[in-house]
């Protein structure tokens, strides 16, 4: 069976820093992968996914991640954090070439201070 | 198109009633899905049709939940007899056939049952 695991419940960072935000799957199939974000009362968008091509993917915003299949992670990161950042993250898992539906891991609440 | 479409907005409602959500997808799409979020956590799959078909659900989803799509386009989720648990926000997405370029999720319906 599929699943994600969001390594962190919540992240803070400075204006200005980098962002790191840990997920691993599990899947018995070439997943296909996605990171979700959800702002307060709003709808979930998404961020970018993967989809078995290029193993580093860029998303809208300036995130990016990178499939690591050896390690089974699917890390979400962006150079700089900006203040709009501030949402909830999830990362999500789709396996048999997006034939099941998404599976949702926790998310990872980022906060950015000032 | 503007997107995926969730009606009501919020829905209040005492114990033991039955309330009706209704969803309308993206008319290009002819997968739709339902998911359940709690506070706190990620969103959990319920149901999917294919067009009219519901091709999939969930152990989540009681015998007191029932969903349609009669023609393929839009959808309702019904609760009959609700308790305080099915509290949550439900949320309706859609996607093209295999779901390669993510699902778009609609802002959701919040359900409190008192």
């Known amino acids: 069976a599929q699943s994600v695991t969001q390594l962190d419940s919540h992240v803070s960072v400075s204006e200005g820093t980098p962002v790191l935000l840990r997920c691993n799957y599990s899947?018995?199939?070439?997943?296909?992968l996605f990171w979700y974000v959800q702002h307060p009362n709003k709808g979930l968008q998404l961020l970018l996914k993967?989809?078995?091509?290029?193993?580093l993917v860029k998303g809208i915003n300036g995130f990016e991640a990178e499939f690591k299949k050896s390690e089974t992670s699917f890390h979400l990161t962006k150079p700089s954090a900006h203040m709009s950042d501030a949402a909830e993250y999830f990362c999500?898992?789709?396996?048999?070439?997006?034939?099941?539906?998404?599976?949702f891991g926790k998310g990872t609440r980022l906060s950015v201070i000032a | 198109d503007t997107g995926v479409s969730q009606d009501p907005r919020h829905k209040i409602t005492k114990r033991g009633q039955n309330v009706t959500f209704r969803c309308d997808p993206i008319?290009?799409?002819?997968?739709l899905y339902w998911y359940r979020q709690t506070l706190g956590q990620g969103p959990e799959f319920l149901t999917y049709?294919?067009?009219?078909?519901?091709?999939?659900k969930s152990r989540l989803l009681s015998d007191r939940f029932s969903a349609e799509r009669p023609k393929g386009s839009f959808s309702t989720l019904e609760i009959q007899r609700t308790e305080q648990g099915d509290s949550a926000m439900y949320l309706c997405?859609?996607?093209?056939?295999?779901?390669?370029?993510?699902?778009?999720f609609g802002s959701g319906t919040r359900l409190t049952v008192v």
């Open positions: 997405a859609s996607s093209s056939e295999g779901g390669f370029d993510g699902y778009t």
């Open positions: 899947s018995s199939y070439s997943p296909s």
């Open positions: 993967y989809t078995s091509a290029a193993t």
């Open positions: 999500v898992v789709s396996e048999n070439s997006g034939n099941t539906p998404l599976v």
């Open positions: 008319s290009e799409h002819n997968r």
């Open positions: 049709f294919q067009n009219e078909a519901q091709l999939e």
